[in-house]
């Protein structure tokens, strides 16, 4: 079990390789961009990252 001087790690344990993300990509929209993209995720029964990462491998693959 734990030992007595061994402290576990706070947060949420690593990913094994090639499951985490590599990179984070800051983007800023305006107000009115922002509802349309949170409204098309939400329609899609997607998370904003995933609706968004999804468009891109779209645009990427055409």
Do not use: C, Y
């Amino acid at each position: 079990m734990n030992q007595p001087n061994k402290k576990r790690k706070v947060g949420r344990p690593k990913l094994p390789k090639g499951e985490a993300m590599g990179r984070v990509i800051q983007v800023r929209f305006t107000a009115l961009d922002t509802k349309a993209i949170e409204a098309a995720a939400k329609a899609s029964d997607q998370t904003l990252s995933e609706w968004v990462r999804s468009k891109i491998h779209a645009t990427l693959n055409a």
